[in-house]
């Protein structure tokens, strides 16, 4: 069965530290796809990032990286000098791939809280 | 602009009622979705649809129903039947990552 764990429920942080939210994943398939959500209070979740199983690079967009490591099953996202506006709830998942027309059932972890003090 | 809208964003319903989500897209996605977000929880998944005239059940369908007659549209309905609708709806479409809506938060009074 498929699972992703983030482990850290809440993250508080002063504005301009650097911050690591976890993600560790379970799953049985060879092929499976990563993916970063970012949720604001407004509520809508935004598409941060996705990874296919196949690429173990590393990325960067400004300050935000990703660490996908196939090893641990994880793929840990880290915000460099945080600021107010990162302060969200951010989702880990986790998708099968399926052929076709690209409708795949994705698992979401619990999310994890991030507050950025001024 | 491309987009998921869901409406409406604030939903108040009394017990035994059924009520009617709306979600439409015009990303030409054939997959959507409908996700259900519990207070301090992830999202659990209620139904998604593939295609046209096709629709799985997902990890919690009891108590809810949907359909899909257009490839724009995948209404879900909260039945009566569901025990504990208040929650945060989400719906999403896909082709290589999710694309959601801005939500509707529903309440039973």
């Known amino acids: 069965a498929q699972k992703v764990t983030q482990a850290q429920t809440e993250i508080s942080v002063v504005e301009k530290e650097d911050v690591t939210l976890d993600c560790v994943y379970e799953?049985?398939?060879?092929?499976?796809?990563l993916f970063w959500y970012k949720q604001p209070p407004s509520g809508e979740l935004v598409f941060l990032i996705r990874r296919n199983s196949f690429d173990e690079q590393n990325e960067i967009s400004g300050r935000y990286s990703w660490n996908f490591q196939k090893s641990t099953s994880s793929f840990n996202f880290t915000i460099t000098a945080s600021q107010v506006v990162d302060s969200a709830v951010y989702f880990c998942?986790?998708?099968?791939?399926?052929?076709?027309?690209?409708?795949?059932?994705?698992?979401f972890g619990a999310g994890t809280r991030l507050f950025v003090k001024a | 602009d491309g987009g998921i809208t869901q409406s409406p964003k604030y939903l108040f319903r009394k017990e035994g009622q059924n009520v009617t989500l709306s979600c439409e897209q015009n990303l030409n996605h054939d997959a959507m979705y409908w996700y259900r977000q519990d207070p301090g929880q992830g999202l659990r998944l209620i139904y998604y649809?593939?295609?046209?005239?096709?629709?799985q059940k997902g990890d919690i369908a009891e108590g809810y129903s949907v359909s899909r007659e257009k490839k724009e549209s995948f209404p879900l309905t909260v039945t009566s039947a569901q025990k504990n609708p208040t929650a945060f709806y989400l719906c999403?479409?896909?082709?290589?990552?999710?694309?959601f809506g801005s939500g509707t938060r529903l309440t039973v009074v």
């Open positions: 649809s593939q295609i046209v005239n096709d629709f």
């Open positions: 998942a986790l998708s099968e791939a399926r052929r076709g027309t690209g409708g795949f059932k994705t698992i």
């Open positions: 999403a479409s896909s082709l290589y990552g999710y694309t």
């Open positions: 799953t049985r398939d060879t092929t499976y796809y």
